[in-house]
């Protein structure tokens, strides 16, 4: 009973820092609007993503080594790079709250990978808890004049697809032994910033210049809303199932959403109570037997040893 009960609470730690990942992420619209420089959504990529990951590897002092080289390239663009440049064309072809619910279908996703990658099983259970989720988000954020543009929801629903699917390769490939969290989450982080580096350049030509305001946003997005945020959210896959995790997502446009209440003056409604209170059901739901239903992949012994101080 007392080993049931540790490791009961055990989770629930972990899903509760895992929880403020999301959180954390939902801040990036307020961030974004207040403090950096206009119309340059890839440059804000890169700025979120790449500094980040190469402050995280001259802290770790690990890189990838032999087949954890590509594996670090493909988890980066799936998690990183690819999600990033989905979502943020979703964001500028669509109205927010249309991207905001095309993003959080990534449940959907994720449950059915894990079952393709034979690490969970597809219940009745996800399936509507994931649903419900979906449906709270919609009504947390989205109105009935929102317009629609194809090429704009093919981007958002491959965000989710790229999320989803990112989250499942984390899973299943684990780590390397030898490898902390936060030296994987430097991997990611700086391939999808190389991978995004190109992108912007080629969309928004030269970098704007920056003031103070922009440098300090750009340093909570970084340091915040990336390095310490995917250092948690990394942590949570490895310490539990990707169905959990992953639900745990649907917390970011709620965040969003009380933040532009409390921060930016904008309104609350009672049916985005209403939403919030059915995303937390969705959320709690998808908790229920929150363990994996197969353990993941052996961690490779493929340990990396090449430092950055070589």
Do not use: C
């Amino acid at each position: 009973m007392t080993t049931s009960r540790a490791a009961v609470a055990g989770l629930a730690g972990t899903l509760a820092l895992t929880g403020l990942a999301p959180l954390v992420w939902g801040s990036t619209y307020a961030v974004t609007t207040t403090f950096l420089p206009p119309e340059r959504p890839m440059f804000t990529a890169v700025m979120r993503v790449l500094p980040a990951g190469l402050l995280l590897l001259a802290m770790t002092r690990k890189l990838p080594h032999g087949q954890w080289i590509w594996r670090a390239f493909a988890l980066g663009a799936l998690n990183i790079g690819v999600f990033t440049a989905f979502l943020f064309v979703a964001a500028y072809r669509l109205p927010g709250g249309v991207a905001a619910v095309l993003a959080a279908s990534a449940p959907l996703f994720a449950v059915g990978f894990a079952a393709l990658a034979g690490l969970e099983q597809l219940t009745l259970r996800k399936i509507v808890a994931a649903v419900i989720g979906l449906a709270g988000v919609a009504l947390v954020v989205l109105k009935a004049t929102a317009a629609l543009d194809t090429w704009g929801i093919l981007a958002g629903l491959g965000a989710a697809v790229a999320m989803g699917s990112g989250t499942v390769l984390t899973k299943r490939w684990s780590r390397p032994d030898g490898v902390s969290p936060l030296a994987m989450t430097g991997w990611q982080l700086t391939t999808g910033g190389i991978l995004l580096l190109p992108v912007a350049a080629i969309a928004e030509g030269m970098p704007p210049a920056l003031d103070a305001r922009n440098i300090g946003g750009y340093l909570y997005l970084g340091l915040i809303g990336t390095a310490i945020a995917y250092a948690l959210w990394f942590r949570g896959i490895a310490r539990t199932s990707v169905t959990s995790v992953t639900f745990l997502g649907l917390l970011s446009p709620v965040s969003a959403t009380i933040i532009g209440w409390a921060a930016l003056g904008q309104s609350l409604t009672p049916l985005q109570l209403l939403g919030i209170a059915v995303v937390l059901g969705g959320l709690l739901l998808g908790q229920i037997g929150g363990g994996p239903a197969k353990p993941a992949a052996k961690p490779v012994t493929d340990t990396p040893k090449t430092s950055l101080a070589a």
